[in-house]
């Protein structure tokens, strides 16, 4: 790779960690090209990307975006997941790659500009998908005025109750 095409990776990965809002960094050392094949397709059926590349071509794009967080962990072989949409879809495939895969080997993270391990990578893949997330806090966020609404409606309620037996007793004297 020339000085040209070094460049133009550095600026085509910042570019895409300045968009980013998950990126994880993985050890693939000792998964073969048919595995990592594997896993790149999984990755690119949810809108990521994983791509293999030196660590001083990691540490110069990192420079100005929150992946400088973990720029001392580009160590060894390293590739990087990227994700621009919803977190817990590539950290469910990674986890789940790892555990078939013994080689790979999650090793930091940046979320939103907080710096992660794997740890906490595998707690975001216990979460549910972004949108049912969004439509539990709905439903939760509905159930407060529901609620409200429900009790405010009691006491009229009672009242007519009150007025209905008031009258009845009345009637029966």
Do not use: C
Request: proline share 4%; no cysteine.
């Amino acid at each position: 790779m020339n000085l040209q095409q070094k460049k133009e990776v550095v600026k085509d990965l910042q570019e895409r960690f300045s968009k980013a809002v998950f990126v994880v960094q993985t050890d693939y050392k000792g998964l073969n090209v048919d595995k990592i094949n594997v896993l790149r397709k999984q990755l690119k059926e949810n809108h990521i990307d994983y791509q293999v590349v030196k660590n001083t071509l990691l540490k110069r794009a990192s420079d100005g975006t929150d992946v400088a967080l973990i720029k001392d962990n580009f160590q060894g072989p390293s590739a990087v997941v990227i994700a621009y949409e919803d977190p817990v879809a590539p950290a469910k495939v990674l986890t789940a790659f790892a555990k078939e895969n013994q080689n790979l080997q999650i090793l930091a993270g940046v979320l939103r500009g907080k710096v992660i391990d794997a740890t906490d990578v595998k707690a975001i893949s216990e979460l549910p998908p972004r949108d049912v997330l969004l439509g539990q806090m709905l439903a939760t966020m509905n159930a407060v005025p529901t609620s409200f609404v429900r009790v405010l409606n009691k006491v009229p309620e009672g009242l007519v109750n009150v007025l209905t037996a008031i009258k009845d007793q009345k009637e029966a004297a």
